[in-house]
């Protein structure tokens, strides 16, 4: 699966927790993304990252940050988990622009 | 508004038959337009990569298609087998922004023996 690696694979978790999805890689690539894949919708963007400390908002930001310190991890966060959030969220990396974007294998998350 | 649609949304078919999935965008300018495959509980996994200038491509089993004029693509497989079953997804490439990239919901195609 392209050295990518999320944790944890399944989380139940309160509404009004917060939440970290961990994304490992082992390809130093440049670009990381975070998707939340919900029945009926494509993958939705929520942030993605162009290099270490270098990260913005994709389309579906509101609730979730995200912070890459180094290259090889992407943290997102959710701040206060809702119901809403219950998704199934999936990291994807990138060598460059036009090179097709490499999955993890998600990480479902269930918001009670 | 930038948009993809797939269809159908699911297709059951018989082991070895063979299949066309379709993708209809409304994306412009246009850069290009990759086919994913989705097996259950995976992530998304490249077929493909359309571009503009490009008509058909295959890999394999699979041979994608592009109209551009009509704004079309289609995912054909040839003589399917049970490892086929799997969602298929269509994204297009927004030319003006490298990370902007527009999903289709994709198709669910199931292979039954």
């Known amino acids: 699966d392209a050295g990518i690696t999320q944790s944890p694979r399944h989380k139940v978790t309160e509404t009004g927790t917060p939440v970290t999805l961990r994304c490992h890689q082992t390809e130093n690539h440049r670009y990381m993304y975070w998707y939340r894949q919900d029945p009926g919708h494509g993958l939705r963007l929520i942030h993605y990252?162009?290099?270490?400390?270098?990260?913005d908002k994709g389309e579906v930001s509101d609730g979730y940050s995200v912070s890459r310190s180094k290259t090889e991890d992407f943290l997102l966060t959710l701040e206060s988990a809702t119901s809403s959030q219950t998704s199934v969220y999936f990291c994807?990396?990138?060598?460059?622009?036009?090179?097709?974007?490499?999955f993890g294998n998600g990480t479902r998350l269930t918001v009670t | 508004k930038n948009q993809v649609e797939q269809s159908p949304q699911s297709l059951i078919i018989l082991e070895g038959k063979n299949c066309t999935l379709q993708c209809n965008y409304t994306v412009s300018p246009f850069s290009n337009l990759r086919w994913y495959k989705q097996d259950t509980g995976r992530g998304p996994v490249s077929l493909t990569i359309m571009t503009f200038s490009e008509n058909t491509k295959s890999n394999g089993r699979y041979t994608a298609t592009l109209d551009a004029d009509t704004k079309q693509s289609s995912l054909h497989i040839t003589a399917s087998q049970l490892s086929d079953s799997a969602s298929y997804i269509c994204v297009v490439s927004h030319m003006d922004s490298n990370y902007q990239l527009i999903w289709g919901a994709g198709t669910k195609l199931i292979i039954k023996p």
């Open positions: 990252s162009y290099g270490v400390k270098d990260t």
């Open positions: 994807a990396i990138k060598a460059g622009v036009d090179s097709p974007l490499h």
